[in-house]
Each structure stands twice: as structure tokens, then as C-alpha cells.
């Protein structure tokens, strides 16, 4: 499912076209159809399309069939348990929304590049910008978007490797190398950030004037201590040798 983060494709189709506000809300409202309606019937039915939708955007077959396959193993598991149950009508409602969720989250992430969708979301922040600046939070969820998939990356890169050396049923050999470059890449993450100056200066107080220390070292044409000078002593001459004073 990790590799789903990537799974846009820039094409002409009716989603791609959409904007990113009528693809939510479609979302959102599909969401909360297939959680109060509990119709079998209407299930099959929304899954079906949401199914069409997908194709539609033309997503990558192999990245969308691997994430789908292990969305239809959870379903039929669902539906495994319903039918122990002894439910079948509430077995074929769960799998039914479970596939359609999953579809239709695929096609508006297919059909959604990730800046218009950091668009969306810095529009959405921005009666928040009294705690945080938009701005801030846009570049928060891009760098949780980048981060996932690097630390599945990670795992997976340490997994082989402990496999490799045999250590596979050695939770030590996996959890601490990946660890131990997770902490990495998340320096190499602020180092860039702190290159770019990104989120370094603090907002000002509500009151409109900054601190009385920032105010002096901002101020222009500030002077600063110059160090004190060490007075060096004079060089003593050496005393003239004899020859010197018989001559």
C-alpha cells in the first residue's frame, strides 16, 4: 500500500479534470453513504462504480492491482467472519463498502497530483492560521507523505539484509539498523529544511511588538562591544656585548 502514495499519472480524463474540493467531497459523502446505508444491494452497486471510476483514471495496473489485492484479502476475511456469524447480509454490506472505499481513495489519488492536493490542504489550514501558518502545515503533510514511504524503504532494505546474514528471526538485526537510519534520515530531513530556512523564525506576539532582546539586536545601525585590547608590553632591547663598548 506504500507505494499508492505514487500512484498519480497525469492524464485527460473526467476525475483528472475534477477539481480537488468536488473529489473530496465526493469521497467524504461516499464514505458516509456506504456507513448508514446497510443494503447488500446498494453495497454491490456502489462498489461496482467506484470500481468503474478507478479504471476510468487509468491508474498503473501493477501498483493498483497489489494495493487492491490486499484490500480484497481483508474484505474476504470480513466476510469470512460475518458468515461464522452467521450474517450474511451484514458479510456482503462490510465487504462491499470495504472495496468501495478503497476504490474510489485510489482514484481521486490517481487522478490528484500531490501539489494540487497540498493546495487543497493549505486552503483548508487557513482558518487555522492564528495557531499555525498555512504554509506550515502544507509543508508538515508533504514531509509525512515523503517520510512514509522512506522508512517502509528502510525496513524493507534491513529485512534483506538480515536475511542475507541469516538473521532474519532476529528482531535485533531489523529493528536496529532501521532505527539507527531513520534518526539518519530524519536529520538529513532538518539539515535541508534548516538550509532552506524553513520554519526558523517564530511569529511575532499578537500584541505587534517583539521582545525588547529581539528589538535590539534587529535594530539598525547597532553597535556591537568591541573586545577589549591587551596592551602588549615593548620589546627589551638585549644589553650591547663587550665589543660593542670597546668599540
Keep these: 500500500m506504500i507505494s499508492l502514495l505514487g500512484i498519480y499519472r497525469p492524464r485527460r480524463t473526467l476525475m483528472h479534470r475534477a477539481p480537488v474540493w468536488f473529489k473530496m467531497l465526493l469521497l467524504v459523502g461516499m464514505s458516509i453513504t456506504?456507513?448508514?446505508v446497510s443494503d447488500p444491494v446498494t453495497s454491490i452497486?456502489?462498489?461496482?462504480?467506484c470500481?468503474?471510476?478507478?479504471?476510468s483514471t487509468l491508474p498503473p495496473l501493477k501498483a493498483t492491482l497489489k494495493g487492491m489485492g490486499a484490500i480484497v484479502v481483508i474484505?474476504?476475511?470480513?466476510t469470512l467472519f460475518q458468515l461464522w456469524r452467521g450474517d450474511w447480509?451484514?458479510?456482503?454490506?462490510?465487504?462491499?463498502?470495504i472495496v468501495a472505499i478503497a476504490a474510489l481513495a485510489l482514484a481521486v489519488s490517481s487522478s490528484t497530483s500531490m501539489g494540487a492536493m497540498l493546495d487543497f490542504v493549505t486552503a483548508l489550514a487557513r482558518p487555522l492560521r492564528w495557531l499555525l501558518p498555512p504554509e506550515t502545515i502544507g509543508v508538515m503533510v508533504s514531509l509525512t507523505l515523503r517520510a512514509i514511504p522512506e522508512a517502509a524503504q528502510i525496513l524493507?532494505?534491513?529485512?534483506?539484509?538480515?536475511?542475507?546474514?541469516?538473521?532474519e528471526r532476529d528482531p535485533r538485526a531489523i529493528l536496529i539498523p532501521t532505527a539507527s537510519r531513520t534518526v539518519g534520515f530524519a536529520l538529513d530531513l532538518g539539515q535541508a529544511l534548516h538550509a532552506r530556512g524553513i520554519a526558523e523564525h517564530g511569529r511575532a506576539p499578537r500584541g505587534g511588538s517583539a521582545p525588547a532582546s529581539e528589538a535590539r539586536d534587529d535594530a539598525p545601525?547597532?553597535?556591537l562591544a568591541e573586545p577589549p585590547v591587551r596592551e602588549v608590553p615593548a620589546p627589551v632591547e638585549p644589553a650591547p656585548s663587550r665589543r660593542a663598548r670597546r668599540r
Design 34 to 36: 456506504c456507513v448508514v
Design 45 to 49: 452497486g456502489i462498489t461496482a462504480a
Design 51 to 55: 470500481l468503474l471510476l478507478l479504471a
Design 75 to 78: 474484505a474476504i476475511l470480513t
Design 89 to 97: 447480509v451484514r458479510a456482503l454490506d462490510l465487504a462491499g463498502d
Design 156 to 167: 524493507t532494505e534491513s529485512r534483506v539484509a538480515a536475511r542475507a546474514r541469516g538473521l
Design 221 to 223: 545601525g547597532r553597535v
